[in-house]
């Protein structure tokens, strides 16, 4: 393929945010946009394959070329050298360049382009204080693909709704889905205006696969949109997707009466993954909560039994429960969890 292609994200050639410049493609989205299709380019730089997730000290700089074993995936995401990140120049209209978006600061985190100089300050910060921090993002990812992956294969459900889907990543819901199930169906909601437009490529090229900006607090809207029910059957089993956004939300927001709004609304057999950051008031989550709380104005860490109490009663919580990400149902033999590792946790719960 010619490298003047330039690939989004999402692995799409006409996407708006690339079209702003001549910036190379990523080397692992563009690959893993065709599954089964990966192979190391030739002529780059050596790569240092991790196994497991690496104690990480400090942030490789963004223009470094850096690999990162993501569990349960089989692959190595590598991050192309020389790939700048967005700039303040080519800032999407509607876009608040003073204040940090979790979307674009978990993206810089996954090693992403697609975030501002004010989204990497909060990151580095974060990283500086928490040196661990980033395997956070790295075990959620993770546990992200291998929830969809387990879903498909041993379930009816066939259409998904991830809700505060943030910015696409080396594997998103609909690469994952879709790859075990071509017929599979995917809407993604976010409220950051360059997620939308990286879904506009999408919209061209997938016809199962939509995106669209909304507040995930307004939960109505959502369901009543043309966009969801275009392709969701609310008569169906549906996967609910809230894959680390509900810590984001206080409890005065009542995150809780949003989970009952969806359980209300979908079938029986119908999945709801949830991940989220877990407290058990030690220092670490303390420290990090009081981290994020100061710097984006928001963000809840709740125990194990106020994660679950987020859960509507009658939702059935499959085995192993609620447990640190890297322990749900790895793909490969279990590691032991590192101190940080245990400040995020996986659920999957299904309703009879």
Not at 257 to 268: A, I, K, T
Not at 270 to 297: K, N, W
């Amino acid at each position: 393929m010619s490298s003047s292609l330039a690939l989004c994200s999402f692995g799409v050639r006409s996407c708006p945010c690339r079209a702003r410049s001549n910036r190379p493609a990523n080397v692992l989205t563009s690959a893993l946009s065709r599954p089964g299709s990966f192979r190391p380019r030739p002529k780059r730089r050596r790569t240092r394959k991790i196994t497991g997730f690496p104690p990480v000290r400090r942030r490789p700089a963004p223009h470094r070329v850096t690999a990162v074993a993501r569990q349960g995936t089989g692959r190595t995401a590598v991050m192309a050298d020389e790939v700048p990140q967005d700039s303040e120049e080519n800032a999407i209209p509607g876009i608040d360049l003073s204040t940090p978006s979790i979307a674009r600061a978990y993206d810089y985190m996954l090693g992403g382009k697609d975030n501002f100089a004010v989204d990497r300050a909060l990151v580095d910060h974060i990283v500086s204080e928490m040196p661990g921090s980033p395997a956070l993002a790295i075990d959620n990812r993770a546990v992200l693909i291998r929830a969809i992956r387990e879903i498909v294969e041993t379930t009816p459900v066939r259409q998904f709704l991830d809700l505060g889907s943030g910015l696409p990543s080396a594997e998103n819901v609909h690469q994952v889905a879709q790859r075990y199930a071509s017929e599979s169906k995917v809407v993604y909601v976010d409220n950051d205006p360059i997620v939308l437009a990286h879904g506009r490529a999408l919209l061209a090229e997938n016809e199962n696969t939509v995106v669209f900006q909304a507040d995930l607090r307004e939960p109505k809207s959502i369901y009543d949109s043309p966009d969801t029910r275009a392709l969701i059957d609310f008569e169906k089993p549906v996967g609910i997707i809230l894959s680390a956004i509900l810590h984001h939300l206080n409890d005065d927001e009542n995150p809780a009466e949003l989970v009952q709004f969806w359980y209300d609304r979908v079938p029986s057999g119908s999945y709801f993954f949830v991940s989220h950051f877990r407290s058990a008031d030690d220092p670490r989550s303390i420290q990090l909560q009081e981290v994020v709380q100061q710097s984006i104005g928001r963000g809840r860490w709740r125990t194990d039994e106020e994660i679950l109490g987020l859960l509507p009663e009658g939702l059935t919580v499959l085995p192993p429960g609620l447990v640190p990400a890297s322990q749900w149902r790895p793909t490969d033999e279990a590691e032991e969890v590192t101190p940080w590792g245990r400040l995020i946790g996986a659920v999957l719960a299904v309703k009879p």
